[in-house]
């Protein structure tokens, strides 16, 4: 969509940006250094959102904006279409993560154990006011454990499998560049198993959370139980030209299996993204979990939600409305003042009937 309009005004189209960059200050490697050591959790968002792991370009796309998720996000998404796919990693198995964080709110006792990992579910949440008045807030530190946690633990709901609880989807045997990649296709509906899961691990965070908590609320069909979350690690294992099998690295997952009681067994929700984000994950498995058979306009209908939670194209849409508009809008003006002069006319030539009708006084 072109909007002719906006080309009038080259000259304070470029000011503006320049005062958005003066504002910013400068960008330098310090300050994107210090935005990654500072803000782990949000870099790990930003990566998700982009479906791009590069920490550092995440802290630079943050500092570059300022902040504004939307954009950091869009910057990193228009970056990685620039870059070639050199291969495509092995599919990554829940019992390989290297475990930091593994809970269960269905069962106390889970095969491999439950792991709290870094978290603040169970802190006071108090303001460290003290750091503005010069103090330093320092944590206290860790405790070494008696006996360390096994650092690979199999899913708990191929354990219920095992028991016959819950019935697992067969698994897809598509490999490489056979997977369908939702960077490179379309969406289209009913969706694709792999591009569902794909959407829910890019969506908006708080997008994402609003529908699934809305789900939670009983606008759903379903009501969740976190079979299990996990905050882990991943091999990302690469194959050479010449067939040789090698580890490229770890990168930060979080994934999130619920469950809900309908029925002879229980039905399985499932999510899974980059970076450490918990919350996201809770709230796109339980989307994830209501979405069989939801009727058409509701939130929790895969079409509805997974259109809804896409972050750059609905920021994308909502700011377009600050472009100018001034055509379509004085035209509906025009039609408006239209309307109600046809309305005052019509009004004076009713008046003017019903005085010539009127009798006179004698």
Partial sequence: ????????????????????????????????????????????????????????????????????????????????????????????????LFVHRRISAAFKDIPGGQVLGPTLDYSHRILATEVLLGATFKPNPVESANKAASPHAPSVSSWQAKNDLVDLPQRDQTEGNDIPDLTREP????????????????????????????????YGQAHPTVNELRLAEAEIIVRHPTGTA????????????????????????????????????????????????????????????LYHTEGVESSGFCIHFKLPHYVTFQSSLDAMRDANRKRAAEKEADASIRNNNKEPVS
Wanted: with cysteine.
């Fill in 187 to 218: 969406l289209l509906f009913p969706s694709k198993r792999a591009h569902t899961l794909q959407s829910l691990a890019r969506a908006d965070t708080g997008g994402t959370l609003a529908l699934g908590y809305s789900a939670m609320r009983g």
């Fill in 1 to 96: 969509m072109a909007y002719v309009a906006t080309r009038g005004g080259e000259r304070a189209i470029e000011q503006s940006e320049r005062l958005f960059r003066e504002e910013m200050g400068e960008v330098s490697p310090d300050r994107v250094e210090e935005v990654k050591k500072a803000l782990p959790y949000l870099i790990d968002r930003v990566m998700g959102e982009a479906s791009l792991y590069d920490q550092d370009l995440a802290a630079l796309a943050l500092a570059q904006t300022g902040g504004e998720m939307f954009e950091a996000v869009l910057l990193l998404r228009s970056w990685r279409t620039t870059q070639p796919r050199i291969c495509v990693a092995r599919a990554i198995e829940q019992d390989e």
């Fill in 246 to 305: 090698f580890s490229a690295g770890r990168v930060k997952v979080s994934q999130a299996e619920v469950v809900s009681k309908k029925g002879e067994k229980l039905n399985l929700g499932f999510s899974a993204t980059l970076g450490w984000n918990e919350v996201k994950c809770i709230a796109a498995a339980t989307l994830d979990l209501n979405s069989k058979g939801a009727s058409k306009g509701s939130p929790i209908e895969e079409e509805f939600f």
